[in-house]
């Protein structure tokens, strides 16, 4: 007997059967009593298409406003699906996309924020027992033009939806079961974790374990609305993430999870004046030719000078070198070197705050196996060291057993 | 320097060639001086494609409401692309879904009718210099729901848009250059009308010259918005649709086309009673049965007998006489016998009204041509008969030279 947001993406609604199996799903919760708010996205590749339609009619920069009006399409199939499936299977069901709810925004078309949600008409639609269906990702800005919330846009809309409800979980499925301790490709021995705060997945999400969208978990945090990740093809009860507040810490282990990040590559600026604004005449350039940067890391410089270094998506490596040693002048640096070879490992843990010696068991046990560390960078819940990429999987085994996370066998 | 709607159906926008195709016409208008609204249909394919999953997710009766939200998506996707298009070509473009507009209809979901237009965005819009893009087909009830005015219901969007904006013209581009005096298929001779009334394009379109939508057409002529029916695909001025007044009555012509409709039945109850309440005893049941009764027609009856006799999709005929044979005793009928390999033939024209002697200028040129009638039957502007269907391409060649129909040649 709860009221719950549940969230399927794409992959989970891309056909007419898995639509059905997803109804299945619901009118099964129905059943068991809870009230039912569901958030879909549009069926998998159906963005896409759309995107690629925009591009053959603006090859160059598309119109976002127009953009918004055409993706906007993909999840109000989806909603007049899930609905029809619903009624089929003899359940009241009623669909609404972001202008109906309606879901306002600000108007930054295909990257929009949402502003409110209009709960009234979904509250009488869940007293009178439907299961209400809702277009994830889009709204509707004050003029009544639709706006889009950006790819991933629908976890958002779920949160969002769940908060403004008041909803006891937001239930986000998707194609994996729940947060693991790591990869589970890389170890093996990785364990589903049946809790982790908010912090610890926003850690865990940004190093590279795509389940949940940051902003999404960010949202979830600011409201404190409990989110659920679980699988739409498999029974279980997925991981759930929420505050940190005293009950869950009791129960905290040291380590959560280990996250890493293959694709980065790592840039040095060496030898330039250790003077006030050096980073952002470094950085500022080439967050200007809109490329993100990772870990960034300067350390005490000796003799007027420092060295400068950062690390960035590998795709962009030769870009970043080209561009800095065209600037090396005008920068007075010594040497612009890198290595696109190198990964990014981390622990992360809200257990760290409280426990000294995390990050010297981390180091030890990586240098037990022949780890050579070239960066490291610390945080509140997390620790991250860049290493060669050929020892990546080496190191991830190493943490995992280090710090206890995998399944308890009946031998240990 | 005319303010136009100009519509364009599933094949005008049918790929995204086509499209930029229609961007460039629009352009075009736009330079000349014209101010444009623009209405589109989905791309073709595209409503059956999504009436095809509502099948898969309803097998059996399709909920109207959510069918409604699904099809709307198919002119949404057009009037985004087509606003890129136009962009793309350096002309400002607004795109508008029908809750957009916004076209107010009543709740008959896939069959609702348009109560008002707010005219006030759309004219602010124009006032700007903008070409506005309307999604054809689509409205929104009062309570925010999504309708459809069903299949070629783009046709009477652009209409009551022409008729709410007080436009000059409503152009409804299709893959025909205008209406002719008859199908140029049999009757190579047949030639483009410049202009015909409205009443004569019903009584065209009821007959079969499938170029425009019966409803868009009473619209027009309700409303008297000028209608216009043009190629998408090769230039000309088309056919021009208008009120039946003096100044085109004066130079009418006696007889505008020849239409023929070549799916009929005709199905005969014969030796029921001459008795009030006859025809209703035999066509009421039919009705229920959804089966739509074209020609009807009872002659005087004869020692309190008569004989009753209809027309019918000739995919309805065996139906239709099983089910009046299972009924012959309850109707007290002598015989149910019919034919199914009859055609209708008729001719259409205004200037029947004032000038006698039409008819049997008809009957002469078929019985010339040995050419039997089973059936007669006459309206104000029309005159049908049913005839053998090997004889429709005879009869409509005959009709055609008999009232000068073909187009002027050098040596006449």
Not at 228 to 256: C, K, W, Y
């Amino acid at each position: 007997m709860a009221f719950l947001v549940k969230k399927f993406g794409g992959t989970s609604v891309g056909t007419v059967e898995r639509i059905k199996h997803v109804a299945k799903l619901l009118v099964a919760a129905k059943q068991s009593g809870d009230d039912v708010v569901v958030v879909v996205s549009a069926m998998s590749g159906e963005t896409n298409r759309l995107v690629a339609l925009a591009r053959e009619m603006m090859p160059a920069v598309v119109d976002v406003r127009e953009l918004d009006v055409l993706l906007s399409t993909g999840e109000q199939v989806t909603i007049a699906l899930l609905a029809m499936a619903l009624k089929e299977l003899g359940v009241e069901a009623r669909s609404y996309t972001g202008s109906q709810v309606r879901i306002l925004t600000d108007s930054s078309h295909s990257k929009a924020r949402i502003i409110n949600i209009d709960k009234a008409p979904i509250m009488n639609d869940i007293e009178q027992g439907h299961i209400v269906v809702v277009a994830g990702f889009q709204g509707v800005d004050e003029r009544g033009n639709i706006t889009t919330l950006g790819r991933g846009g629908s976890d958002t809309s779920a949160v969002a939806l769940a908060a403004a409800l008041g909803c006891d979980e937001c239930q986000i499925y998707t194609d994996v079961d729940g947060v693991y301790t790591t990869d589970p490709r890389v170890e093996s021995r990785a364990r589903r974790l049946e809790k982790i705060t908010f912090e610890e997945m926003l850690e865990m999400a940004s190093l590279g374990s795509k389940v949940l969208q940051i902003r999404a978990v960010e949202f979830a945090g600011k409201y404190n609305v409990p989110l659920r990740v679980l699988s739409s093809f498999e029974p279980g009860d997925g991981t759930l993430i929420t505050l940190d507040d005293e009950e869950n810490q009791m129960e905290q282990a040291l380590v959560s999870g280990i996250a890493f990040n293959r694709d980065e590559a790592q840039i040095t600026v060496a030898g330039v004046a250790d003077k006030p604004g050096i980073a952002y005449s470094i950085l500022g350039p080439i967050a200007d030719l809109n490329i993100e940067v990772d870990v960034i890391l300067q350390n005490i410089g000796e003799n007027g000078l420092t060295d400068f270094t950062f690390t960035v998506h590998r795709d962009e490596y030769g870009r970043v070198i080209e561009f800095l040693k065209s600037r090396q002048d005008e920068l007075g640096a010594e040497l612009i070197h890198g290595n696109d070879r190198i990964v990014k490992l981390s622990i992360v843990g809200v257990g760290m705050r409280s426990h000294a010696g995390i990050a010297s068991r981390m180091f030890k046990a990586l240098a037990d196996n022949g780890i050579n560390l070239r960066m490291i960078t610390t945080s509140e819940i997390k620790i991250s060291v860049v290493i060669d990429e050929n020892f990546l999987e080496l190191g991830v085994r190493s943490l995992h057993e280090e710090f206890e996370l995998a399944e308890p066998t009946q031998t240990s």
